[in-house]
C-alpha cells in the first residue's frame, strides 16, 4: 500500500539545510493532515535542484477556487466560513462498495506521505507545494474497481450558504474533473489532506483534494463530494465551458499554446518583480515517469 514512488529526494534537496530544519520541526509539531497515518518524506523525481518550496504564506493568499470568488486573494478571504467537518465523500459508478462514506471511514488507514510538487496553473505561473497526500489508487483499492470502468469523475461541493461564488454562474456547477483510470491509479497521482504537514487550509481545497503534478492545476480538483468510476469520458468544467480553449488532458506542454498566451514559459510565485520568467517543462517536469501513458497520441490534438 502506497510508497510506490521511490526516489533519494527529500527536503534536503530543495532547500538550504536551516530552512529544512525549520520545516521539519513544523511538520514533527503539526501531524494533523488528514485521519491517515504519516509516512516517511518523499518528494518527485525530476531536477529539484534550484526548486525552493514557496510559503505557507504564498501558497494559502494566490489561489483559484471560483466557488469563492474569481479573484486571486477571494478564496483566502471567504474559505474560512466553510464547514468541513463533517465530511463525507460519495463514491458510485462502476465499483464494487458504493455508497456515502465518511472522509475519516475513506481514508483511514492509509499512508499520508509527503510529496514536493511543481505545480504550474493554465494561466502560466507556477509553485512548488510540499503537500501531504494519500496516492488516489490506494483509495480507489479500497472501493473497489469493477471491470470496465476507464474513468475517473470527481466533484466539488456547492454549498451557496458558504461559498458566495457559486451563486454567480461563472460556471456550471457543480465543478467537475476527470482522469483516465490509468492516469488516476498513477503513484504521482494523490489525493492531498495537507501542506507543510498542516491540514490543508480551506482556499486550497479542504479537507480533499486531488493533486495531478503533470497536469495544468485546474484539473486537481478541491473539495471533492463524489467520485465515479464510469466507462465513458465524463464531462468536465472548464472543457465544458470552452472546449477550445480547456481540453480533457490538459497536460502541461510547453509545445501547445493557450489560444490566449504561450505556454512556453512561466512566472514563478514569490520570485519577485524582476525574476525571468522560468521555461516550462514538458508534463512539468515529470516527463519520465508519464510520458509513456500518452504513447502514439497527438498531444497537440489531446490538449
Not at 501547445?256 to 514538458?282: C, K, N, Y
Amino acid at each position: 500500500m502506497a510508497q510506490r514512488w521511490k526516489n533519494t529526494l527529500g527536503w534536503n534537496d530543495v532547500t538550504p539545510e536551516a530552512g529544512w530544519l525549520n520545516r521539519r520541526q513544523i511538520i514533527a509539531g503539526a501531524l494533523g493532515a488528514g485521519a491517515a497515518s504519516i509516512a516517511g518524506p518523499l518528494a518527485a523525481q525530476v531536477d529539484n535542484s534550484n526548486l525552493e518550496p514557496n510559503t505557507w504564506e504564498e501558497i494559502t493568499s494566490y489561489n483559484n477556487f471560483y466557488e469563492f470568488g474569481t479573484g486571486k486573494e477571494d478564496p483566502a478571504r471567504f474559505a474560512g466560513q466553510l464547514t468541513t467537518q463533517p465530511w463525507s465523500i460519495v463514491v458510485d459508478g462502476l465499483v464494487d462498495n458504493p455508497g456515502e462514506y465518511a472522509l475519516e471511514d475513506l481514508i483511514g488507514g492509509l499512508d499520508v506521505e509527503e510529496r514536493i510538487y511543481r505545480f504550474r496553473c493554465v494561466e502560466a505561473w507556477s509553485m512548488v507545494i510540499p503537500w501531504n497526500g494519500i496516492e488516489l489508487k490506494d483509495i480507489l483499492d479500497r472501493v473497489g474497481v469493477q471491470e470496465g470502468a476507464r474513468y475517473v469523475a470527481f466533484e466539488t461541493l456547492v454549498r451557496p450558504s458558504e461559498m458566495p461564488g457559486v451563486n454567480r454562474a461563472v460556471l456550471d456547477w457543480p465543478y467537475r474533473e476527470g482522469l483516465r483510470l490509468d492516469e488516476a491509479m498513477h503513484p504521482l497521482t494523490i489525493m492531498a489532506t495537507g501542506i507543510y504537514g498542516r491540514p490543508i487550509a480551506n482556499q486550497n481545497g479542504a479537507p480533499i483534494r486531488l493533486v495531478v503534478p503533470w497536469k495544468y492545476g485546474f484539473k486537481s480538483i478541491k473539495s471533492i463530494v463524489r467520485i465515479s468510476l464510469t466507462e465513458e469520458e465524463p464531462p468536465t468544467s472548464w472543457n465544458m465551458a470552452n472546449a477550445r480553449e480547456y481540453g480533457f488532458y490538459s497536460n502541461v506542454n510547453p509545445n501547445v499554446d493557450h489560444p490566449r498566451w504561450s505556454q512556453a514559459t512561466e512566472r514563478t510565485i514569490g520570485g519577485g518583480l524582476f525574476a525571468r520568467r522560468q521555461p516550462t517543462l514538458m508534463f512539468n517536469g515529470y516527463e519520465a515517469e508519464v510520458a509513456s501513458l500518452y504513447d502514439g497520441m497527438d498531444l497537440s490534438e489531446f490538449y
